[in-house]
């Protein structure tokens, strides 16, 4: 039972994590962006280039990670999708682009590194540690630490910053934010890079536990959407509620049916909330109710 | 001449299916990402029938397209409760549980070990084996989805389905119940995936999960958008061209493995150009519903 408990915080950490990154990405922009996934993944790639093939520490391993994240994150928005939604009023012609420019990301790492899971690590097989009578590993342990660190500081981050606040006004009402003098463009670009950083984070450290490959990013992406939407946009404290019930649906799912069957309950518990509480935990209006 | 021929039973069958997104979202522009899931309904369908029971394609494809109707009515009363890139992810959803359910139930579809021996269409006795005479069966049943699409798009349902794309509000306020109207065009858009799916099935003879994935809705997604929304010709052309021009590939002599993973990165940035493009001229495309 205690180990099931570590589980699901274990899920929940990765799933948390992903949420926030998704969200730095898709609170100032108010567009979904597929394309996160592979730049995600493009960072834990980067991880393991740095790590296994340059012999870096892992921590500095990780710094490259996100950086290469943030700024192909930030490239791809200023370069595509930007210039799409300021181009078009259909909020679905940036989403498509994205979902093509993840197709091309994808591929690209999948014909520069295969196909094959990649280990971070020396190859052999490490021990786990063992804690009155929890089983658990390095790696999980800091993709706990790291995850209570990254959403402590982002929520204070952004309600007590000049930039969160600039980042929450260009969120729910960038023209106001305009005659304010903020500079929305910038703020975008510069959310959308943090978020594609801990994106990086995020399938770094997911890497170093379960191994990296190229369809991490969407597995992640969807971990992060859901809990995002469930968790209703706004405040980012929020995403806690959300991290945690999709970590009890996916790890109930696999205790009592098949772990394979993990994706589609993240995904029926989306759409069971689209369905009955469309606004999620924090009551936040999204469009997502037909007008 | 045997894989020229075979490349047209593909451009065809890829062709239907780019029509069957057409009606389902086309003509509405609400983008939906589980027609892959549609199609692999009918090939399923097909396959479990003509392999358990041993019935001809003339049975097997009606129930197929009553079976991806069904599958697509429970998915279309949930995601038409959602507007555009809410629409889209719930369909991706969607996409993604019809994948899981392919690959996991196992009574059923074997999962991923698929079903092999799927038996040749009989025609009159004579088994179509060649391809010359599946190139002709898959013209026959495309101008026949032709048909049905182009005389729907000129329908009444038809013109309403145009006029939701433009000014969906404008549309209810005539008194149309736009609901319904998108929920029809969904399941008969669903319903039309199932045709090729059936064909497709009987014409590898063995299908698996792994030809039903959400990569295979982006490619379909990616012919529609190259073809234009709503317009029933450039689904062909469209077809042609995105299986067409990649196999050129295969003269410049890159590896199998590499090859596939070029493909489909030609496939994105050829989508990310078309996007680009029609947004630039202000295409259809481009055009919100209720805008002035």
Redesign the interface.
């Known amino acids: 039972m205690e180990q099931m408990v570590f589980n699901v915080l274990l899920a929940a950490s990765l799933n948390l994590l992903a949420a926030v990154s998704f969200t730095f990405v898709y609170l100032p922009t108010r567009?979904?962006n597929i394309a996160h996934a592979a730049v995600s993944v493009i960072g834990g790639y980067a991880c393991y280039f740095a790590f296994s093939r340059l012999s870096l520490p892992m921590p500095i391993a990780m710094l490259c990670a996100a950086i290469t994240s943030g700024v192909v994150g930030a490239l791809i928005e200023d370069a595509?999708l930007r210039?799409?939604r300021e181009?078009?009023?259909?909020?679905?012609?940036s989403?498509?682009?994205s979902?093509?420019?993840?197709?091309?990301g994808?591929?690209?790492i999948?014909?520069l590194f295969g196909d094959d899971v990649k280990v971070l690590g020396s190859g052999s097989v490490g021990s786990s540690q063992s804690w009155f009578g929890l089983f658990f590993t390095l790696p999980q342990m800091v993709m706990v630490a790291v995850c209570a660190l990254v959403f402590t500081t982002a929520s204070l981050f952004t309600q007590n910053s000049n930039f969160g606040r600039k980042l929450i006004g260009v969120a729910f009402n960038p023209d106001l934010a305009e005659i304010f003098g903020v500079h929305s463009r910038r703020v975008r670009l510069t959310a959308v890079a943090i978020g594609s950083a801990l994106g990086g984070l995020t399938a770094s450290l997911a890497a170093w536990d379960t191994g990296l490959h190229p369809g991490l990013g969407f597995r992640l992406l969807?971990a992060g959407?859901v809990t995002m939407?469930i968790s209703g946009v706004g405040m980012l404290r929020w995403l806690l509620g959300g991290a945690f019930l999709l970590a009890v649906a996916q790890n109930a799912a696999a205790y009592f049916l098949?772990s394979?069957?993990m994706?589609?309950v993240a995904?029926?518990i989306?759409?069971g909330f689209?369905?009955w509480k469309p606004l999620g935990f924090s009551g936040r209006r999204?469009?997502?109710?037909?007008? | 001449m045997d894989y020229v021929l075979h490349l047209l039973v593909f451009v065809l069958l890829y062709g239907m299916i780019a029509l069957s997104l057409n009606v389902a979202s086309g003509f509405t522009q609400l983008i939906s990402l589980a027609q892959a899931g549609f199609f692999g309904v009918g090939a399923y369908t097909t396959a479990i029938l003509a392999t358990r029971f041993g019935w001809p394609l003339w049975v097997n494809l009606p129930l197929g397209m009553a079976a991806a109707g069904l599958v697509a009515l429970p998915v279309a009363l949930v995601a038409l409760r959602t507007v555009e890139d809410y629409f889209i992810i719930c369909t991706m959803g969607m996409g993604v549980i019809l994948f899981s359910v392919m690959n996991n139930w196992m009574d059923l579809t074997r999962g991923p070990r698929g079903i092999p021996g799927i038996p040749p269409v009989t025609l009159f006795g004579h088994p179509v084996t060649a391809k010359w005479e599946w190139v002709l069966l898959a013209a026959v049943f495309y101008a026949g989805v032709f048909w049905g699409a182009r005389n729907l798009k000129r329908s009444a349902l038809g013109r309403v389905l145009v006029a939701i794309s433009e000014d969906e509000i404008f549309c209810q306020s005539l008194g149309k119940n736009v609901g319904l109207v998108k929920l029809q065009s969904f399941v008969l858009g669903a319903m039309l995936a199932a045709v090729p799916g059936a064909l497709y099935a009987h014409y590898v003879s063995y299908i698996d999960p792994t030809s039903f994935t959400i990569n295979e809705s982006i490619f379909v997604l990616s012919i529609i958008i190259l073809g234009g929304m709503g317009n029933l010709w450039g689904s062909l052309a469209a077809a042609a061209f995105m299986i067409l021009v990649p196999e050129a590939l295969r003269f410049v002599g890159l590896p199998g493995g590499v090859a596939a993973n070029v493909r489909q990165m030609l496939y994105g940035a050829s989508l990310v150009l078309v996007v680009f493009w029609q947004t630039r001229s202000g295409a259809r495309a481009d055009t919100a519903p209720g805008q002035v």
């Open positions: 567009a979904f595509a210039r799409l181009q078009s009023r259909s909020t679905w012609v989403l498509v682009a979902i093509a420019l993840f197709t091309v994808i591929n690209l999948s014909l969807v959407i939407i098949d394979k069957w994706d589609a995904f029926f989306l759409i689209l369905i999204l469009k997502k109710v037909e007008v």
